[in-house]
């Protein structure tokens, strides 16, 4: 085991930089998945760390040793790709063992590896079959076990789960969240799921276009997204992001906020540095939202209900955006399409995103309960 620093890394290709100067330390045992969609240069910082690719710039280390210049083998590094490119004509054992074995390593220690390896990924009862004759999710073990085999201080994963169905993803987030338990190793996982990041990750690396937006727990990523880019991508649903402006100056802590189609709130927010009708904008998670049903003639319009089983979706038509506002409703949900319905929330669950796209925290303790703000078509 051992921790990752990136250290002012930067990679181009031609004239093309994919990785703008990026500081990155990962702990020791930690579970760190890197996040963001296709093109964002997650893949491309995974195979910098496995030594696949050359930094342009900087320096990496793993366990306080500089390894920039050194071979993936050198490394100490296991790799798990979202192909499994297991050898078709070998055994479960001998695709495990390939590795050990083209260290030279000698039979008897061979063994004991592959056999541990196996039992750790409850693979025991396989390692005479072939590759043709196990599940996706048992080949996509197999894969890691290969990976696992020579004891690699950090186990690295490219989108390991995208080739499986639905069902084993889900299985194979369990056996890979069980086995990070088990050897308290440190893991460093590549997608663009986010479901799979939330649900993995001691801590999350969102990237955009090659830059760290934000570096943190699942918990501080939904709760307090430090950009517009990160709460538009974590969430399912996304979190609805609603264009507000700057009404006057602040007084005190206090700020007021015109939200479009929804009025004027007031929020504890750091304005001071924003000019009169600087333009904003506004996120609110589709649960913290509460729908009251109005008269004919105010209020904001549902165009649809989906109906999911244990909870509803409600679309609302919003002045002034192209996007529909995404409701959360417990079941049985007593709105229907077509009729017209105004909008509560707390103002502390309200996130306030500058003109920079830049999240602007509470400076104090926010009214909640009895001062819930009714947001509703003016």
């Not at 590094?77 to 078709?88: C, D, I, N, R, T």
């Not at 997608?191 to 999350?204: G, N, S």
């Not at 002045?319 to 229907?336: I, K, N, Y």
């Not at 920079?356 to 947001?375: I, K, Y």
């Amino acid at each position: 085991m051992a921790c990752v620093e990136l250290k002012k890394i930067n990679k181009t290709f031609g004239k093309i930089e994919i990785i703008p100067n990026v500081d990155l330390r990962i702990e020791d045992g930690e579970f760190v998945v890197f996040v963001g969609p296709s093109g964002c240069g997650k893949s491309t910082l995974l195979r910098l760390i496995a030594g696949l690719e050359e930094p342009t710039a900087g320096d990496i280390e793993i366990g306080g040793e500089v390894v920039t210049d050194l071979s993936p083998k050198e490394r100490g590094v296991g790799m798990v790709f979202q192909s499994y490119a297991l050898y078709p004509h070998m055994s479960v054992y001998e695709n495990i063992a390939f590795g050990l074995k083209l260290g030279k390593a000698n039979k008897g220690r061979i063994q004991e590896w592959v056999e541990k390896t196996a039992e750790v990924l409850q693979l025991t009862s396989l390692l005479q079959r072939k590759p043709r004759e196990l599940s996706g999710g048992q080949r996509q073990r197999v894969a890691i076990g290969r990976a696992m085999a020579r004891e690699p201080r950090i186990m690295l994963f490219d989108e390991p789960l995208s080739n499986l169905d639905a069902s084993l993803r889900v299985q194979m987030r369990t056996e890979i969240a069980k086995l990070h338990d088990r050897l308290q190793s440190t893991m460093i996982y590549v997608t663009h799921d986010q479901v799979e990041a939330m649900t993995l990750a001691d801590k999350i690396v969102v990237l955009n276009g090659g830059h760290i937006e934000q570096v943190g727990t699942p918990y501080e990523l939904y709760e307090t997204p430090a950009s517009l880019f990160v709460a538009g991508f974590i969430g399912s649903p996304k979190m609805n992001l609603i264009p507000a402006t700057l009404q006057g100056s602040a007084q005190g802590n206090r700020s007021q906020i015109k939200i479009c189609g929804m009025g004027t709130v007031s929020l504890d927010r750091g304005t001071s540095h924003l000019e009169d009708g600087a333009k904003m904008t506004v996120g609110l998670r589709p649960e913290h939202i509460e729908l009251e049903i109005s008269g004919p003639d105010s209020g904001l319009e549902v165009v649809n209900v989906e109906y999911l089983g244990n909870e509803a979706y409600v679309y609302l038509e919003m002045p002034g955006m192209e996007d529909l506002v995404v409701v959360r409703e417990s079941v049985p949900c007593q709105v229907q399409a077509g009729q017209r319905v105004t909008m509560n929330a707390e103002p502390a669950l309200l996130h306030v995103f500058d003109t920079d796209g830049r999240s602007l925290p509470p400076l104090a303790s926010v009214p909640t309960g009895e001062e819930a703000v009714q947001l509703a078509s003016q």
